[in-house]
């Protein structure tokens, strides 16, 4: 029992210890990360990553686009066990069943 409670006190005298120089640590990196951000140079540097950022969402918007465009167009003929040839035998005999072939 009495290592029990040596223990428990080590516990809370640590933690109490701990939180208070995290805090204090916390406190330190808001701070100076707070100077970092007033920093004029650190303003103009953001100011031009976002205007890449924005020109390289732009493109790749328009690149997007155009694959989705040129996939629409591909995909009919790159689908696996479709054959033009079904397409045409069905388009023979609308009132038959179409056929189908395993695999």
């Given at each position: 029992m009495?290592h ?100």
């Amino acid at each position: 029992m009495k290592h029990r409670s040596m223990f428990l006190a080590g516990a809370a005298i640590g933690y109490v210890f701990g939180t208070k120089a995290g805090r204090e640590r916390y406190e330190q990196i808001k701070r100076v990360s707070r100077q970092m951000s007033e920093n004029p140079n650190v303003q103009e540097a953001a100011e031009k990553l976002r205007n890449k950022g924005g020109e390289f969402a732009g493109v790749a918007k328009e690149r997007a686009g155009g694959l989705a465009s040129s996939a629409k167009q591909k995909m009919p003929e790159q689908m696996p066990g479709r054959h033009k040839a079904d397409d045409q035998l069905a388009a023979r005999r609308p009132s038959e069943e179409p056929i189908v072939r395993p695999g």
